[in-house]
Structures are given as structure tokens and as C-alpha cells.
């Protein structure tokens, strides 16, 4: 039988991360030794409590469905998270918890693009923004930013990209790949540019909010415009702040009309998130808050560690990213020798370090490292991408 993939499914590729990490695991388990910077992955256990809540979960039997959109209690807690750490407001009639926030941002696309309907998505961009807008059928309309910017663009750029059709906004800071990271007064710039186009939502990721470095504390599209609000939906989690990406559990806030489309969605989607995983969430974000600290001063002294070695390398050079725990390296003069992007990428997995080409966030001619990874591992990572392409 042929294959029968639906128009949908056709118009996407798969995931580049997920892909290069796979491949990653599976050359490790064939005995290679490789050094895996291709996914977002903090690589610190999980704290704990985090792990004894979902223990306990299991031992108390907490085994069974709960709510579509999340149990009360967890709700409870997103809603803490949202006020306490990130400054919105929100009742929990506006929250939804889904397996990851990668659901969230799925289930809430799928549940408003039609056809033909335009998403501005900031380029690089995180790999599975544009592929999610295609399978609902809606246009991506490539926001182009550049390193000499860090990456970031401007109420300007953002009013040029905006068209009778323009739907949402994807902003993502601190940003995947780059790292870019959006001040307070660049988002009021921003905001005062939506305020024109009243059909504009925006989908604010802020899934790596404890992961700024510049020693301002992270600001959000919501708190400082809260008369945007009603158009707003702000994503967030456990995976990335509290190393819990195994656990799939994403949170989200919104209008109430567009957290009930998700979840009447995700009720014949994947139905609830892990009743488990949700106990530890809890815990999560209830529990406490001062390791965070810790975690970012060890990602800013790798990201420092990173940046030097790669701009120290003939032929590649990365901006200082703001946050989160990704540099997007430019391999340009490299690229009359090894063709393209993914070529390079191959033959730095031919040298022992899995990182993805460029090409899969919507660059090209470079890489991006993931440096949540531990220090030894990326000292030699970096030893061995030099070597690759001396
Ligand atoms: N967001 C992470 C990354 O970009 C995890 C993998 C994925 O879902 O793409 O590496």
C-alpha cells in the first residue's frame, strides 16, 4: 500500500532537534562516543521534592484521569507561577496546563489558524513555530532578525511585517535559538505597534523566563500591557526552569474563550497531561525558588565559556545571547569548504558533538549549541569542533 499522509502532514517536516538528538542516542547506544549539544535540556536532576511529590503521587494513586486542562490544584499553582515569577495577573479559569509547551503552542494555533491566515514569526526561529502554523494551513511571514541586532527586532521591523491577514505574533524571549531577549522598553515599542492592529494576538513564550543574564529581570508582553491582555497568551512550564523536560508539563494563560479552543482540542488530542507529572508541577512551582539562581549563574559562566571558545575558532563567530541556553554560531567563511549547513553539522557528528544546522531554525550557514550541558563535556565538545573544521 502506498503511503496515505494527509495534505496537512505533507506540508511539514519533522522536528530537526528531536531528529539530531535521536540520532545522537542511537550512534551512543551503537558504542560511538558523542557529545549531544543538539537539545534544549538543562542537565541538572531534577530537584528532589520535585521527584519525592511525584512519588508520592504514585503511592497515593493518583493514577487516574484528572480534568482535561489540568487538576484544580495544579492550576492553582500556574496561576501563582504566572503572578509571582512573571507578573500577570490571572484567575485559573484563564490557565491550562498541557503535555509540554509545546502542546500548548500547538493546540492553541491549531484551534485558530484557517487557511491563509498570517503568523509573524521571528527568524531564526524555534523549529516547530513555522511547521505548526503550516499543518493548520496559515502562512508564515519570516520576521528577519540579525546577530549584529543580538537578534532581536523592532517595533519598526515588526509594523513592516504586519498585513490585513496578520493573525498572531510569535515572540519568544529569552529566545530559542539565539538567545535574544526582549528589554521592557523594546516590548512597550512593540505594544504600542499591537494597539494599531486590534486583530493581532500574541503568543508570548516565555518558557525560559528564569534564564536572562544581563542582570535585569525578565519582562513580559502581559504585565507590561495589560490592556493587551484580552490578546495575549503567554506560555510557560517546569521543563526548562526545573529540569523537567521528561516530565511533559507546560502551562499557559490567556483569554478564557482561548483556553477553553485548547482544551476542548486537547480533550480528543491527548486528553489530560500525566496525572503524575502533574503532582510534581505542583511542587514545582509551590516549592522553593532558590536554586534558580544558581542554575543561571552556571549557564552564564557556560555561556561565557562558549562564546569565547567558539569566537576563538577561525572561521566561526556567535553575538553573547542574553538568555536562555543557546548561541547561534555563524559558520559563513566555512561554507565554500563544506558546502552548506548540514553538511557541516554531519561532519561535526563525524567528529563527536551532535549541534543542529541553522538551516533548521531558518538561518543558514551555521549551528546552534545548546550549552546545558555539563562544563567537562563542553570544554571537549568545543575542543572537537575545532578540530572538525581546522
Ligand atoms: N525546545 C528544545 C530545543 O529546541 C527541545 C526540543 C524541541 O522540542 O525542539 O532543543
Avoid at 13 to 40: F, H, K, N, Y
Wanted: glycine share 8%; proline share 6%.
Amino acid at each position: 500500500m502506498t503511503a496515505q499522509t494527509s495534505i496537512a502532514l505533507n506540508r511539514i517536516a519533522p522536528s530537526q532537534t528531536t531528529a539530531m538528538t535521536d540520532r545522537a542516542t542511537q550512534l551512543r547506544a551503537e558504542g560511538r562516543d558523542i557529545i549531544s549539544l543538539s537539545v534544549g535540556e538543562p542537565d541538572f536532576a531534577t530537584p528532589p521534592h520535585v521527584v519525592a511529590a511525584a512519588k508520592a503521587a504514585l503511592d497515593a494513586g493518583d493514577t487516574k484521569y484528572t480534568p482535561v486542562g489540568g487538576t484544580a490544584r495544579l492550576k492553582a499553582a500556574a496561576a501563582l507561577h504566572f503572578t509571582r515569577d512573571l507578573g500577570i495577573e490571572v484567575p485559573v479559569s484563564q490557565v491550562t496546563v498541557s503535555a509540554g509547551g509545546k502542546q500548548a503552542i500547538f493546540h492553541a494555533i491549531m484551534a485558530t489558524v484557517s487557511a491563509g491566515e498570517e503568523v509573524i514569526v521571528p527568524s531564526p526561529w524555534w523549529v516547530s513555530y513555522p511547521e505548526i502554523i503550516r499543518f493548520a494551513g496559515g502562512k508564515v511571514v519570516p520576521l528577519l532578525t540579525h546577530p549584529q541586532d543580538n537578534f532581536r527586532f523592532t517595533a519598526a521591523d515588526l509594523e513592516a511585517q504586519i498585513g490585513p491577514r496578520t493573525q498572531w505574533l510569535m515572540l519568544n524571549s529569552p529566545g530559542n535559538p539565539t538567545g535574544a531577549s526582549y528589554p521592557a522598553g523594546m516590548l512597550l515599542a512593540i505594544g504600542e505597534v499591537l494597539r494599531h492592529h486590534p486583530q493581532i494576538m500574541v503568543m508570548s513564550d516565555d518558557i525560559y523566563s528564569p534564564l536572562i543574564y544581563t542582570g535585569q529581570s525578565h519582562a513580559t508582553l502581559a504585565n507590561l500591557c495589560p490592556d493587551l491582555g484580552t490578546r495575549i497568551l503567554t506560555i510557560s512550564g517546569v521543563s526548562k526552569s526545573h529540569a523537567m523536560t521528561g516530565f511533559r508539563i507546560g502551562v499557559a494563560a490567556g483569554p478564557e474563550w482561548l483556553i477553553a479552543a485548547m482544551e476542548k482540542l486537547q480533550s480528543h488530542s491527548s486528553g489530560n497531561p500525566c496525572s503524575i507529572s502533574q503532582a510534581a508541577a505542583v511542587a514545582a512551582f509551590e516549592g522553593p525558588q532558590d536554586f534558580l539562581g544558581e542554575w543561571r549563574e552556571r549557564f552564564r559562566l557556560r555561556r561565557d565559556m562558549v562564546v569565547a571558545a567558539i569566537n576563538a575558532i577561525p572561521g566561526l563567530s556567535t553575538p553573547t545571547p542574553d538568555g536562555a541556553f543557546y548561541c547561534m554560531v555563524d559558520a559563513a567563511p566555512l561554507m565554500e569548504r563544506f558546502g552548506n549547513d548540514e553538511a557541516l553539522a554531519l561532519q561535526l557528528l563525524d567528529h563527536g558533538v551532535a549541534i543542529v544546522a541553522a538551516s533548521a531554525f531558518g538561518g543558514k550557514d551555521g549551528f546552534r549549541i545548546s550549552f546545558a550541558a555539563d562544563e567537562a563535556k563542553l570544554e571537549e565538545a568545543l575542543r572537537r569542533i575545532a578540530a572538525a573544521v581546522a
